[in-house]
């Protein structure tokens, strides 16, 4: 093969690289031949070394990396402040996201303290504050109320003869259910982080993960709806409960309990300005403001000193208990009924945190281990699960204030964990009276970002009509499925996109642009010409069985050559031989044998595109039927075991009088036929029926499959391809593949993908190389000129 090619104008001073050629000049290995083997893989894993142990010891323990060279002069003074503004950002949020896991608030301060100190030891991530969630605290209290009903605890009052609700005994339940549900999740979080399955987060998106913490949001809202009007509306579970839930609160409004309504609306109007001022000031600020507190101890002191809960009967709080509870085993009968939902809580807070771990790694310059991130949550959860805690995550808001404040590591998570620990053990009775509606309030507030998600939708209709879906059936399904469906329901519908962008995706025929290697799309890029006689086929997608099908027929359409159907014809042309040649052999026996006697030869003519020609006893009486390809059969005297010879010619005169006796040797048109010999006759149809008929024409050459895109092949796709090759050799159209990844290349030689007719010889390193190939096979030793706008002094000179 030369060395040096004419490209247009430009010379080309290489050598033209298939892929054998290619492995015989780079050595290409396998990865069976980079990989050790497994006895030496399994030898390495058990050897143990001082440094192997000691990186055991640290992706382990991610704290002994850094807190050793822990600098206090540095680091402490920032982490110490952005410590204690998210500390008291925890006592409010703790306490009120309670009230959505539907657990007493100081289960919420618990959830504060316990999984913050376990994260401290094994997190990667140095600003993400873990705690209470709103969209957790949600999906807990889902688990609570469907577990622990109130119908379940209704108690008769000997005074009035009526059923009240046993609060004492319901909350200690839920306390139960919630402490399982998180034990659970946290072994989940926990095994899939040692199989190395950190990756799981990557399928829930970013449309999906805010619209289901939009959708979330909703549910928190009317979850609250009860603490804002200070009715007890019934609680429903299942699909559609939400709904069921708004319309028996829409009910009850006509009870609303008025002291209530007003403690909220005044804290709803006092704590949104007040958050508004916040915001406009925080840039003369040092540090933001704790709205939330403030409002909270104002609330707290107003009550007590105004009776509320004696004279107005508003909800308070009620008792908090000082000090710790010790830890217990949670009740492992329930984690049967629990399991589906603590699946959802390990998945969903999982991708919260990686999701914010990631951005304040991305932004300060550091890498957060997506495995070791997942082992820490679920540590977290696991312990705290033993010390009656509920599932936690990362939280933005409070993730937000610890590293605007300053933060640096998660020393700030210790100073946030000492502020809880002070409220517990001396504070928590300062709280007692402060209204239930007060904290709901707070949630209201809090949830305002996720309320302004919704705009996203006139963001998607403009971006991607795809992700639009995605996020419009995973609001619908999580509102009205509940938490735990409607994020199975989402992943499903997201995963069905995928599939469906890959097995409809775009087919194109590529054109060269003039002066370049370039082969692009010749319906999207004007500039880009077709090779006469080359056809390049390239998919925006990897081949595989559910686009297979669909491959091949969209290659039938690009190139215009419909290969099915002509193989059909053929076929079927040799059906209808196979079935003349015995019809007539029938009949010259019969013939020879009525005219054995007068030893008179008699001519019998058939079409190949009519069924037969009927003779008569002169030429005249010929009826022609179409001017196809004639046949004509002697009835010669001959032995009864001597075979019989056919002789045919293509169509020529079209009154069939000037037919003769044509041998091989006088016309190349002319084959002599044994009437025994089917592979001969099969031969002889391809040639005739096809290209001599007129059928079809085409006047590609080559096809050059471009698979480029692919990333792996399975063997439908392998037997697909090999199709190809197979039905288009039958026309004289040979095909090539280009620009195949060598892990394809090494999944072709697996799937035994190479023959004696397909061999590597077949197989490109790029389209370029390819055409060049085809062009010389077929005699054409450049490639056509054509006019082009582009400036040739950009483009690449080979």
Known sequence: MDSERRYGKYKVEREVLDEQRLEEITQRKTLSDTRPPLTERLKDSLRC????????????????????????????????????????????????????????????????????????????????????????????????????????????????????????????????????????????????????????????????????????????????????????????????????????????????????????????????????????????????????????????????????????????????????????????????????????????????????????????????????????LGLSNTVGGFFQCYSVCASMSRSLIQETTGGKTQMAGIASSLIVLVTILKLGSLFQELPKAVLAVIVFVNLKGMFKQHSDIVTLWRRSKVDLMVWLVTWVSTLLLNMDVGLAVSLIFTMLTVIFRTQMPTYSVLGNVAGTELYLDIETHGEAREIPGVTIFRSSATVYFANAALYLEALKEKSGIDISDMLIYKKRQEAKQRRRERRAARRAKRQADREEDKQVPTIEVFSVEAEWLETGDTDDNWTKKENGTVFVVPASPRLPDSPNRWEYLKSGDPDRRSLSWMSELQDGDTTTLGSSSEDTLSRDLERVSLGSLGKWTWDIHSIILDLSTANFIDTVAIKAITNIFQDFSEIDVDIYVAGCQACVVEQLELGDFFSDTITKRHLFTSVHDAVLFCLEQHGTSSFPKHESSVDMHSSTKL
């Open 49 to 376: 070394s001082v440094p192997k142990l000691k990186r055991s010891v640290l992706s382990i323990l991610p704290v002994l990396s850094w807190l050793p060279k822990y600098s206090v002069w540095d680091s402490g003074m920032p982490d110490l402040i952005s410590g204690i503004s998210v500390g008291i950002m925890h006592l409010p949020q703790g306490m009120a996201y309670s009230l959505l896991a539907s657990l007493p608030p100081v289960f919420g301060l618990y959830s504060s303290l316990y999984p913050t100190l376990i994260y401290f030891f094994f997190g990667t991530s140095r600003h993400i504050s873990i705690g209470t969630f709103t969209m957790i605290s949600i999906m807990v209290g889902s688990v609570t109320e469907r577990l622990a009903p109130d119908e379940n605890f209704f108690k008769m009052n000997g005074t009035n003869f009526t059923a009240d609700v046993d609060i004492t005994a319901r909350d200690s339940y839920r306390v139960q259910v919630a402490a399982a549900t998180t034990v659970i999740a946290g072994l989940i979080q926990v095994l899939l982080g040692l199989v190395k399955f950190g990756f799981v987060a990557t399928y829930l998106s970013e449309p999906l993960v805010r619209a289901y913490t939009t959708a979330a949001a909703g549910h928190a809202v009317v979850a609250q709806l009860k603490y804002v009007f200070g009715v007890s509306p019934t609680r429903f579970h299942g699909p559609l409960s939400l709904v069921y839930t708004l319309k028996d609160v829409c009910s009850l409004l006509p009870k609303t309990h008025l002291p209530t309504l007003v403690v909220s609306v005044v804290s709803m109007v006092c704590l949104i300005a007040a958050k508004e001022l916040n915001s406009f000031l925080s840039a003369k600020l040092p540090v933001p403001v704790p709205m939330e507190l403030i409002t909270i101890a104002a609330a707290t002191l107003i009550s007590h000193y105004s009776h509320l809960s004696l004279n107005y009967t508003v909800s308070v709080v009620g008792e908090i208990p000082s000090g710790l509870s010790p830890p217990s085993v949670p009740d492992f009968s329930i984690f049967s009924e629990v399991m589906g939902d603590a699946l959802a809580l390990a998945i969903v807070g999982y991708a919260i945190s990686i999701s914010l771990g990631k951005t304040f790694a991305l932004k300060h310059g550091y890498k957060v281990d997506s495995n070791q991130e997942l082992v820490a």
